[in-house]
């Protein structure tokens, strides 16, 4: 459990101070990369703060004990990736548990439930709506071990009203864990709304930069914190040194990066609300979005990720995809460059066609992580695309 070390909740100065950042041997205002897999021990029972880095590193340690602070928790575990993360909440589980999760998840969480968890330890699986709060009731089971809430979903940006189930989940004893990777503890912090734990795969807005994979697990809960430990030190799932220095590199221009980040998505948002070419926009700041008040209510902005679902066919969405220039394609999303991911054959490629459609997300479809450019820029690079796309030859399509 890591001590509280600022005097403020202030996320601008967290970003910067959380933690224990202090380098002890030689005043160094930056933690340095310590890569050394063993530490000396003066004698027997005579060991300091480490002793091997899988269970603890200096690096990692200062990375970890910032992340926690930011999110509000007393523990944090780096992982090696984000799903390495959610795999560790699941090894809190008995066998044969039932989860409830938000429908609409990531993927890459849908494949580790479905196609490994399933038949490795007989968990099974309801996806709902978890603002149904008569669906939510309905299918809980003496067995339900573990809601798993994603807020905002990618990349239909769908909330869950964090609050309102975390409230039901503790009447029933269901632990909750919430995926704030889209949100980032910048938008808001789930564990102090009442969720038990918080994953985030890290490479995204916590290390901003497009330049390493992470994860983490945060708690504010004393008996998680030893169990998820434990499990982390038992399972060996790591984030290395030099992805920690990373991250925590990368956390200190968090609050820089989201403000512009949150601002550009708002508005490149509008744009496409407007924009003819478009069939339906996904942004919980817009407030044509069906959950914009519970965005006002429960998040500082709408956050950095647009969706948009645009008419026309295959054709016409390569040629706009071929258009852009400051917009990348690219698998991820939360670096500074702003990137367009197209759901259907990459975060959501490991679902079926049916299996897609039947959660929204079409062929057409494409997530746009909106980074730090000039706005007018990226406005700009849209123009451009879309006359690429010359929609009059995809009308019979629309």
């Given at each position: 459990?890591?001590?509280?070390?600022?005097?403020?909740?202030?996320?601008?100065?967290?970003?910067?101070?959380?933690?224990s950042?202090?380098?002890?041997?030689?005043?160094?205002?930056?933690?340095?990369?310590?890569?050394?897999?063993?530490f000396?021990?003066?004698?027997?029972?005579?060991?300091?703060?480490?002793?091997?880095?899988?269970?603890?590193?200096?690096?990692?340690?200062?990375?970890?004990?910032?992340?926690?602070?930011?999110?509000?928790?007393?523990?944090?575990?780096?992982?090696?990736?984000?799903?390495?993360?959610?795999?560790?909440?699941?090894?809190?589980?008995?066998?044969?548990?039932?989860?409830i999760?938000?429908?609409?998840?990531?993927?890459?969480?849908?494949?580790?439930?479905?196609?490994?968890?399933?038949h490795?330890?007989?968990?099974?699986?309801?996806?709902?709506?978890?603002?149904?709060?008569?669906?939510?009731?309905?299918n809980i089971q003496?067995?339900?071990?573990?809601?798993?809430?994603?807020?905002?979903?990618?990349?239909?940006?769908e909330?869950?009203?964090?609050?309102k189930?975390?409230?039901?989940?503790?009447?029933?004893?269901?632990?909750?864990?919430?995926?704030?990777?889209?949100?980032?503890?910048?938008?808001?912090?789930?564990?102090?709304?009442?969720?038990?734990?918080?994953?985030?795969?890290?490479?995204?807005?916590?290390?901003?930069?497009?330049?390493?994979?992470?994860?983490?697990?945060?708690?504010?809960?004393?008996?998680?914190?030893?169990?998820?430990?434990?499990?982390?030190?038992?399972?060996?799932?790591?984030?290395?040194?030099?992805?920690?220095?990373?991250?925590l590199?990368?956390?200190?221009?968090l609050?820089?990066?989201?403000?512009?980040?949150c601002?550009?998505?708002?508005?490149?948002?509008?744009?496409?609300?407007?924009?003819?070419?478009?069939?339906?926009?996904?942004?919980?700041?817009?407030?044509?979005?069906?959950?914009?008040?519970?965005?006002?209510?429960?998040?500082r902005?709408?956050?950095?990720?647009?969706?948009?679902?645009?008419?026309?066919?295959?054709?016409?969405?390569?040629?706009?995809?071929?258009?852009?220039?400051?917009?990348?394609?690219?698998e991820?999303?939360?670096?500074?460059?702003?990137?367009?991911?197209?759901?259907?054959?990459?975060?959501?490629?490991?679902?079926?066609?049916?299996?897609?459609?039947?959660?929204?997300?079409?062929?057409?479809?494409?997530?746009?992580?909106?980074?730090?450019?000039?706005?007018?820029?990226?406005?700009?690079?849209?123009?451009?695309?879309?006359?690429?796309?010359?929609l009059?030859?995809?009308?019979?399509?629309?």
């Amino acid at each position: 459990v890591y001590p509280m070390k600022t005097r403020t909740k202030d996320i601008a100065t967290l970003a910067v101070h959380a933690g224990s950042q202090s380098d002890p041997v030689t005043n160094a205002i930056f933690t340095p990369i310590v890569t050394a897999s063993s530490f000396i021990q003066p004698n027997l029972y005579e060991g300091g703060d480490f002793c091997y880095s899988r269970v603890s590193n200096p690096t990692r340690k200062a990375y970890e004990s910032a992340l926690a602070e930011l999110e509000g928790g007393i523990y944090a575990t780096a992982t090696a990736s984000g799903m390495a993360a959610t795999n560790i909440v699941m090894e809190l589980l008995p066998k044969d548990a039932h989860i409830i999760a938000m429908k609409g998840v990531y993927g890459g969480t849908w494949r580790l439930f479905e196609k490994l968890k399933t038949h490795t330890t007989g968990a099974t699986i309801s996806y709902i709506d978890l603002n149904d709060e008569q669906s939510l009731m309905a299918n809980i089971q003496e067995n339900t071990a573990l809601i798993w809430i994603e807020t905002p979903t990618n990349p239909l940006l769908e909330l869950v009203d964090i609050a309102k189930v975390c409230r039901i989940a503790k009447e029933h004893a269901i632990t909750t864990c919430v995926d704030n990777t889209f949100a980032s503890a910048w938008n808001h912090k789930p564990l102090e709304m009442g969720a038990d734990m918080v994953m985030l795969s890290t490479s995204k807005y916590v290390g901003g930069h497009s330049d390493l994979i992470g994860g983490a697990v945060i708690t504010n809960n004393e008996a998680l914190a030893s169990r998820l430990d434990f499990i982390k030190t038992t399972i060996g799932s790591i984030a290395s040194p030099f992805d920690a220095y990373l991250a925590l590199r990368g956390m200190k221009t968090l609050d820089l990066r989201m403000e512009r980040q949150c601002s550009n998505a708002l508005r490149v948002a509008e744009y496409l609300e407007n924009h003819p070419a478009i069939a339906s926009v996904y942004y919980p700041g817009l407030p044509s979005h069906p959950q914009h008040q519970l965005c006002k209510k429960q998040m500082r902005s709408g956050g950095a990720v647009v969706t948009a679902t645009l008419k026309g066919d295959m054709q016409s969405l390569k040629r706009f995809i071929g258009g852009l220039h400051y917009f990348v394609l690219a698998e991820s999303l939360g670096g500074v460059e702003s990137m367009i991911n197209h759901s259907a054959s990459m975060s959501h490629g490991s679902m079926s066609k049916e299996e897609r459609e039947a959660i929204g997300v079409y062929d057409t479809t494409l997530r746009f992580s909106v980074g730090i450019e000039h706005i007018d820029d990226l406005l700009q690079d849209l123009d451009i695309a879309f006359a690429a796309m010359d929609l009059k030859q995809d009308n019979h399509h629309a």
